[in-house]
T-cell receptor
Framework: DTEVTQTPKHLVMGMTNKKSLKCEQH?????MYWYKQKAKKPPELMFV???????INESVPSRFSPECPNSSLLNLHLHALQPEDSALYLC??????????????FGSGTRLTVV | DAKTTQPTSMDCAEGRAANLPCNHS???????VYWYRQIHSQGPQYIIH???NNETNEMASLIITEDRKSSTLILPHATLRDTAVYYC???????????????FGQGTTLQVKP
């Protein structure tokens, strides 16, 4: 298995809803990442997990809450989002920890719309 | 992390080589050059990376100038499926004050035409 799987592919949520994005990989990668991408813009780094520990939080608002329950799974919990949070949310993983120089494997993303 | 400068867009004829330039004049000695691409509605895809020697893999070749201030990604025989946004990224290894973060710039939109 050489893929990063993200679910759901599309999500529409209201501003008072609580939802979660899921990312899964079975390549033995020990670094996992969340990126946010607005339309026609490059991906922006949100969080970095290395060996299941949060190592970087790019000053992301607390309405985004990451969780790494095990080495294969990464979640992004969403609560009280704003319409401007609508974007493509990308998950990536990397062999070894975040200190490695290997390339990242990205998932296809979850397209989130906040109404 | 050093910044990169890429042309906003480029065209290439199908079957010809696509040469994508990247300027990174402020690159530090321990920073690597990475290339990723993003096909419409998909996640970015890793292509290649290098420090100072030229690199080649099954997807592309990476040519880094001797002073390391610029590089060129070469797709030897471009196909329509190579139409994508190509990102050149400079990244330092994690450690010694560096976070090792992969930060995307604006990229080059490559349009391969029949």
């Amino acid at each position: 298995d050489t893929e990063v799987t993200q679910t759901p592919k599309h999500l529409v949520m209201g501003m008072t809803n609580k939802k979660s994005l899921k990312c899964e990989q079975h390549m033995g990668h020990r670094a996992m990442y969340w990126y946010k991408q607005k339309a026609k813009k490059p991906p922006e780094l949100m969080f970095v997990y290395s060996y299941e520990k949060l190592s970087i939080n790019e000053s992301v608002p607390s309405r985004f809450s990451p969780e790494c329950p095990n080495s294969s799974l990464l979640n992004l919990h969403l609560h009280a989002l704003q319409p401007e949070d609508s974007a493509l949310y990308l998950c990536a993983s990397q062999w070894g920890g975040s200190y490695r120089l290997d390339g990242y494997t990205f998932g296809s993303g979850t397209r989130l719309t906040v109404v | 992390d050093a910044k990169t400068t890429q042309p906003t867009s480029m065209d290439c004829a199908e079957g010809r080589a696509a040469n994508l330039p990247c300027n990174h004049s402020t690159i530090s000695g321990n920073e690597y050059v990475y290339w990723y691409r993003q096909i419409h509605s998909q996640g970015p895809q890793y292509i290649i990376h290098g420090l100072k020697n030229n690199e080649t893999n099954e997807m592309a070749s990476l040519i880094i100038t001797e002073d390391r201030k610029s590089s060129t990604l070469i797709l030897p025989h471009a196909t329509l499926r190579d139409t994508a946004v190509y990102y050149c990224i400079v990244r330092a290894p994690h450690g010694s004050g560096n976070t090792g973060k992969l930060i995307f710039g604006q990229g080059t939109t490559l349009q391969v035409k029949p």
